[in-house]
């Protein structure tokens, strides 16, 4: 059994009843807490200032000093136990969430809690290019729009597509000419013309 070496966050004003930060840096720098016990995602809390709050958030703002009340504070690190302030940067959510899609942390295809396709089924609706998208969505339980979404690569981005050339129709010469202007003007010249002939 490896024992690590435990090390204390430095916090002004502790008071003697407050339990100390503890915690150990593992090999990508991390702080990893040991102290303090996690919430239901992962993160580490801590009672301070009179409320209860995440680890992260915490150590972040003493490091600082910076106001954080409505911003997020997003772990660049991706470990929920880390409480390195220098592994976090504060942000909002659309910050967030552009980390989340470039980490690849996004729930998609079959890991999304809400799908109600396999992997295996949606290949096969990109692969069916005979049947309409009302008797696709039919055969698999889903709306004709889901279909249509798949087909269109609103949703299911991930699953590869083939590239499909797609035919355009020749165009075909006009049985009538057309004439340019309006229809209305035209019939009101042709008025014209015979009343002064």
């Known amino acids: 059994m490896i024992v690590k070496e435990l090390h204390t966050f430095p916090e002004p004003n502790l008071t003697k009843h407050a339990t100390p930060i503890e915690y150990y840096i593992d090999e990508d720098g991390c702080f990893i807490c040991v102290s ?11 009672y ?20 954080i009340d409505g911003k997020l504070i997003c772990h660049c690190c991706d470990k929920p136990g880390c409480c390195n302030p220098d592994h976090c940067v504060a942000g909002d959510h659309v910050l967030n969430m552009q980390h ?14 809400s799908s109600k396709l396999t992997t ?8 069916d290019q005979s049947s309409s998208p009302k008797r696709l969505a039919l055969k698999y339980g889903v709306t ?15 699953i590869k597509r ?14 009538k000419p057309l004439i340019p202007g309006n229809h209305k003007l035209k019939k009101h010249w042709n008025k014209k013309e015979k009343a002064s002939d």
């Open 100 to 113: 989340r899609s470039e980490r690849n942390r996004t729930a998609t295809g079959e890991k999304n809690g």
């Open 48 to 67: 301070r200032d009179g409320k209860s709050q995440r680890l992260h958030r915490y150590t972040y703002k003493v490091r600082t000093d910076e106001e």
């Open 144 to 158: 004709a729009k889901h279909i249509r979404e798949i087909k269109n690569g609103v949703i299911w981005k991930h």
């Open 162 to 175: 083939k590239k499909t050339v797609t035919k355009s129709k020749p165009k075909m010469a006009p049985s």
């Open 36 to 46: 303090h016990c996690e919430d239901k995602d992962g993160y580490r809390k801590i």
């Open 120 to 127: 295996e089924q949606v290949v096969e609706i990109l692969e």
